[in-house]
């Protein structure tokens, strides 16, 4: 699909970019197409749009899937949902994935707390340009003993 044309559109004249993405089916126009939808409140067509590029691999949809599921934007809360989708992104690199499992893994959201897989997430987000999670990767230093500190760093360098 041609996208470049669609973006000038949008800005150019202010409007909604009007993409086919089922029609097209590839995950930019699924993931901008799942955009607007969100940004509609038409939470149920985003979540169908975000659910398609993310099982193409758009590491961007499956963040906001991950998103939708844990604040239950438009859709039931769920947690483990949530974990799952922002493991997918992470595992590609996706910072905000990362510091968003940084911070369950903390506060025990869908999973036991756990100080160490709170450390080694938000060490890789930190790593991938998250200064947030940096900040974050202190306050949980300071609940740790040494030894789980390098355990979680070593499980960073292996991921």
Known sequence: MN????LFLLLLLGQPIQVNAAAEGDSLSLFVAGLDAFER????AAFHLFS???????KQSQYLLGSMYESGAGINQ?????????THAADQGDADSQLYLGMMNYYGEGTPKDYVMAHMWL???AENGNEEATELMNVVA???TAEEIVRARDLARKR
């Open 123 to 125: 060490d890789l987000s």
């Open 142 to 144: 300071k609940k740790m």
């Open 78 to 86: 769920d947690f483990k949902q949530a974990i799952d989708w922002f």
């Open 52 to 58: 398609l590029a993310a099982d193409q691999g758009d």
């Open 41 to 44: 409140q038409d939470y149920e």
């Open 3 to 6: 996208f470049l044309p669609s």
